[in-house]
């Protein structure tokens, strides 16, 4: 029951990226419809953020890494009633809270400004430090590209949590294999992830499909239970997932599709397929 | 009169704030000891955390921190705080706005023998360019004190450049008149004002001594605050003064020299002229050779003055 919920959101956050891109002309769709779950699963099950608490650092919090995928942000954002739909097709445009790359200083819910890759994991080192320093009980969330991992500012952020012993941060990688400009272990192989994660320090959960939510769910129950240690999820993932004309295309990493190619998308989605 | 460095300074103000705000926290990148930032260990040992050496991660860090309710001080050479980290520091802190000061040390060239990949002209050209940005480079260590207390109250992302060596007291400890924004006159003269910044000032005092037995007397201007520049005092300086002189250990390109040249071109032209270094790499060498051979003493302003006097 909870699960077709869930479901059902991540049918609506898919259509919204959708939208949102189309709308826009530009933007990132691959690597946002390939982090539905995750988001998801964070923002229904994890996460204690409300209405209420919305513009407070007294609750969970999560860092958007991979700062291009801003519209599955927005999407979950307005999924979890914090932003109307009607905004959605502001992203982009002139005047927006909406921007390229999510801003925390115009957009409430953002928790952290992104988009240059690698400085969103060392934000939230930092976050996950600062609770720790005043013993505050709030899990810090980040999500990073699996390209993003050519970034060495992300391994100094996995040293510095590590050495810090940040049980209170997990971070997720979105391993969907492909990058702008091709195959991520032909640009720059970062394979393999899981063993360098245990390298420097950290516990590493793989998810052989990081699109199921329930394994997404058990993964961050999982890690509630480390102590002493960073926890990231490699979650194996699909770049354009649910919309079979972008799957597994990194052509689809900065593109939008017509008006035509995301009416075909929308009417697949509906079809029940995700 | 003994000579103290601005990051001594630095370190004993980060002491006495530390003390008493369990919300202030220090950064630095295995340089604790030189930039002095580690002195607060001492009185708050759980509000400094080392981030070894990867500048880059410690401001993004710093930005976390600080997007968490804290007043964040991050340190090291100014070299590598600006230049290795400038993109964190742009992207990460300055524009979500948040409140980090970044307090490098080890700024220009009279950082001395260490050369030219630890000297640093260009730091306050990246500084002041970036948006949501205060530059502060204070003139002595009371100064100093009294920049890093300044900033600290000011909410937001700010930049204080402090030096290697020691430098002569410019202010009497205790009665600096420091507020943000507002350049200091030290001495009311006439035609000539010579626009100071950082250990410049020192050398400043030192050429109107000189500039006066010659029978000129020139106005002498702390410009601490460089981001926002002054610019009030500038233009009130253009109806008296038909000379300008800028003085900073820092490239003549986008410095104090720019950022006075900025306001007088557009609110009320006159002539001015750079003391700085001239578009080149520093060298290993004392302080003291340096500056002389990079054109930065008291002689040379001297000379800048009488040369372009009218």
């Known amino acids: 029951m909870l699960v077709s919920k869930y479901k059902q959101h991540a049918v ?16 990132h769709p691959g690597g946002s419809l390939s982090a539905v779950e995750i988001l998801t699963a964070l923002y229904f099950t994890q996460m204690d953020i409300t209405q209420e608490n919305l513009n407070s650092i007294e609750r969970d919090r999560f860092v958007l890494s991979k700062g291009h995928a ?3 942000l927005y999407a979950v954002l307005c999924e979890k009633g914090f932003l109307l739909e009607e905004e959605l097709c502001t992203f982009r445009k002139i005047g927006s809270r909406l921007q390229g790359h999510p801003s925390m200083r115009m957009l409430d819910g953002v928790d952290m400004s ?13 976050m996950a430090l600062s609770n720790k320093a005043h013993q505050k009980p709030y899990r810090i969330y980040t999500l990073l590209g699996d390209g993003e991992l050519q970034e060495g500012e992300v391994w100094e952020a996995a040293m510095c949590a590590s050495h810090y012993q940040l049980d209170n941060l997990l971070a997720f990688v979105d391993f969907n294999g492909l990058q702008i400009d091709g195959n991520i272990c032909d640009i720059m192989n970062p394979t393999p992830i899981d063993e360098k994660f245990k390298a420097f320090g950290w516990h590493v959960i793989t998810l052989e499909d990081g699109n199921d939510i329930e394994q997404v769910i058990q993964a961050c129950e999982e890690a509630k239970t480390i102590k002493g240690k960073p926890t990231v999820v490699i979650a194996k993932t699909v770049k354009g997932k649910g919309v079979s004309f972008m799957e597994n295309q990194y052509t689809w990493h900065g593109v939008a599709p017509s008006v035509e190619q995301c009416e075909e998308a929308i009417q697949e989605l509906e079809g029940g397929r995700s | 009169m003994a000579k103290i460095a601005t990051r001594e300074a630095y370190g004993k103000t980060l002491v006495e704030l530390a003390e008493k705000d369990d919300h202030l926290f220090v950064l630095d990148a295995d340089l604790s000891g030189s930039t002095k930032s580690g ?11 080392n981030m070894g050496i990867a500048e880059s991660n410690m401001m993004a860090v710093a930005a976390g921190m600080a997007a968490s309710g804290n007043t964040v001080f991050a340190s090291s050479f100014a070299m590598f705080a600006t230049g290795r980290a400038y993109e964190q520091i742009r992207n990460s802190i300055a524009y979500p706005k948040l409140n980090v000061k970044i307090c490098a040390s080890h700024a220009g060239i009279t950082v001395g023998e260490d050369g030219a990949s630890h000297q640093t002209v260009e730091d306050i050209s990246l500084m002041r360019g970036i948006p949501n940005m205060l530059v ?4 002595d260590a009371n100064a100093a004190s009294e920049a890093v207390k300044a900033v600290y109250k000011k909410e937001g992302p700010c930049y204080v450049r402090l030096g290697r060596s020691g430098v002569d007291e410019v202010y009497t400890e205790g009665a600096v008149p420091f507020t943000l924004g507002k350049g200091n006159v030290l001495h009311k003269g006439e035609k000539v004002a010579i626009i100071a910044c950082g250990m410049m000032v020192q050398e400043a005092l030192l050429a109107k001594e000189q500039l006066q037995k010659e029978g000129i007397n ?10 926002p520049i002054d610019e009030e005092l500038l233009v009130s300086l253009a109806q008296t003064h038909t000379l300008f002189v800028t003085c900073e250990e820092h490239s003549i390109i986008g410095g104090l020299g720019s950022a006075v040249a900025e306001v007088l071109v557009q609110k009320a032209p006159r002539k001015q002229v750079m003391v700085g270094i001239r578009d080149l790499f520093g060298e290993s060498g004392t302080p003291a050779e340096l500056l002389s051979k990079y054109g930065l003493t008291a002689q040379h302003i001297v000379e800048a003055v009488k040369k372009n006097m009218e």
């Open chain 2, 136 to 139: 502060v480079c204070p003139a």
């Open chain 1, 70 to 72: 801003s519209p599955v």
């Open chain 2, 39 to 49: 002195m607060m260990k001492k009185v708050a040992p759980h509000q400094h955390f």
């Open chain 2, 218 to 227: 020139p106005t002498i201007v702390d410009m601490h605050t460089i981001k």
């Open chain 1, 114 to 126: 992104t988009g240059s890759l690698g400085q969103g994991i060392s934000a939230a080192v930092g």
């Open chain 1, 12 to 27: 609506n956050m898919r259509k919204n990226i959708l939208k949102m891109v189309t709308e826009a002309k530009s933007g």
